[in-house]
């Protein structure tokens, strides 16, 4: 993984249909869901749990692009790629999949309304 996650999320094992086309799809963040950036990545603060979840810079980096502005995923993978120095393009859209998955799972994220 290139980033740190939420523990939580080192046990996800996305179906194969659960990842199809993730990364064709536009994502939010809930209403109840705050972000806030940090020297060293960001916390999200979700108000209707109380749960806060620490993101190292490269997830913080993903979060921000994805689902405050609205990025391309694939112009995120690439700028990932370059800001990080990482080469295996897999890695970085499997590790963006599981951001999102486990975002999702978590009930920090929903789908942009068209």
């Not at 994502?27 to 990545?41: H, I, Q």
Request: aromatic residues 8%.
């Amino acid at each position: 993984m290139i980033f740190a996650p939420n523990p939580a999320w080192l046990f996800i094992h996305p179906d194969p249909s659960e990842t199809e086309n993730i990364l064709m799809k536009k994502y939010v963040l809930r209403d109840s869901v705050v972000f806030r950036a940090e020297a060293d990545g960001a916390l999200i603060y979700n108000h209707e749990t109380g749960d806060v979840t620490p993101l190292n810079a490269t997830a913080a980096f993903i979060c921000e692009s994805l689902f405050i502005e609205n990025d391309d995923p694939e112009r995120v993978l690439e700028e990932i790629k370059k800001r990080w120095n990482v080469l295996d393009e897999e890695t970085v859209r499997s590790d963006i999949e599981k951001l999102i998955i486990g975002m999702k799972q978590l009930g920090l994220i929903e789908e942009k309304a068209s």
